[in-house]
DNA sequence: ACGCTCCTCCCCCGCCCGGGGGAGGCGGGA
DNA sequence: TCCCGCCTCCCCCGGGCGGGGGAGGAGCGT
């Protein structure tokens, strides 16, 4: 029996670009496809493909909210890889997070789009280090990214951020840095009103949230 | 020009298997082996692969140490694979951290293999969502995760320490969870006492190391 | 020379936080 | 039954923390 694919995407054009490539396995049988997320779950439920391959950028409904949205409401729900550009999208970390089972570069060759289909639907699938660095390391939210960024703390205050972050206090980190306690409030109390935190937890609580401290 | 691959094992018996695999594809050629990870810059720098396929438990030098030892002094580095049998290997996520590019999993199939051996030569890498969720989910610290396991906290305890890591003040805590004030202070004191935190702040910080709550 | 930002330090004040100790009710296991 | 762990609430107290304001010096670009 042949490994069944649902296509999410809300461009025809890829839509018809992946069905060419995967039409063209014997093995492979695209079942359905759907232009947006809101479509998803009802077609899961009728077609019971295999594999679904699913766009994070969409209208009414993206990939994540739609992978969420799949894998709470259907049982024995179909294996989910991610379509994306960029391997370093944001949404695509979101979308793994949600449950997403792995993902298909847009420009990787057809033979590689094939096989991560076929590994897909024997509980594998293919990813690209380049995005698993990116998960390591800077995988943070994009909410808390950006007021970090927006932020634009001084250098003094990223560094008594980090050690604030470490869990040191505020005599602790004046001991380190050899000055005052006085100054430490000083730049403690600067840091939390650009962050727009309330106090020191909530500011540690960005830092990780944000990946400006890495755990691990 | 073939795809060159140093094998480094302390096990004679896996370095023969992977020789068999990759020697039987015309485009690979196996250059060289090595036992322990203290042999594995001089082989670098001498036979110059381009991919070398490491084991991450060794004698001597394990694989996480041989790959930021190849990385820090070989310029232009080799893609290193590393090989593990079991996916959720905390050692592989460090391996990966340290700078790897992608692992082999020894009872994958020997076309898996290959494959993986090509796409990391070509600058991609093979990886298991499984695995995926692991490091996106409890990548925290051995040693955080230790502490929270040993801790054994009580069912409320955990969910205060879910609230205090979420950023709330005891007042906040006790109206959401419809107790006094007093009650949640001692919740938290319970919980820093057993966690060896000194104040919230700790206890936040351990809570995102161990992978207690999870960000993004 | 001027203004700007950053780093440094100081004052007062109020509050939340954390430590210590005590205590009652409620459930399960020895 | 008795004891123990958990959840609940209370007291006192000290200290670290955060908010407000002010101020001086160093470096930089104009």
């Not at 699938?125 to 380049?130: D, I, Q």
């Not at 390391?137 to 808390?144: I, K, S, V, W, Y």
């Not at 560094?159 to 730049?187: D, F, M, P, S, Y």
């Amino acid at each position: 029996m042949p490994v069944t694919v649902l296509l999410v995407d809300d461009e025809p054009l890829v839509r018809a670009g992946l069905r060419a490539i995967l039409e063209a396995q014997p093995d492979i049988s695209v079942v359905g496809e759907a232009a947006d997320g809101a479509a998803v779950v009802p077609l899961v439920r009728q077609l019971r493909p295999d594999v679904v391959a699913m766009d994070v950028r969409m209208p009414l409904l993206d990939g994540i909210e739609a992978t969420r949205a799949v894998l709470r409401s259907v049982p024995g729900p179909p294996k989910i890889l991610v379509v994306t550009t960029f391997e370093q999208d944001d949404y695509v970390y979101q979308a793994l997070r949600a449950g997403a089972d792995g993902f298909l570069l847009k420009r990787a060759a057809p033979a590689e789009i094939v096989h991560a289909v076929r590994l897909a639907a024997e509980g594998e699938s293919l990813l690209f280090p380049a995005a698993l660095r990116e998960l390591a390391a800077a995988h943070g939210n994009p909410r808390a990214r950006a007021v970090l960024e927006r932020a634009a703390l001084t250098a003094r205050e990223e560094e008594v951020l980090r050690l604030v972050a470490a869990g040191l206090t505020n005599a602790e980190i004046a001991q380190r840095l050899v000055v005052g306690t006085e100054t430490v409030k000083t730049h403690v109390s600067s840091l939390l009103a650009k962050l727009g935190a309330r106090d020191r937890t909530q500011a540690v609580i960005l830092a990780y949230e944000s990946g400006f401290v890495a755990p691990g």
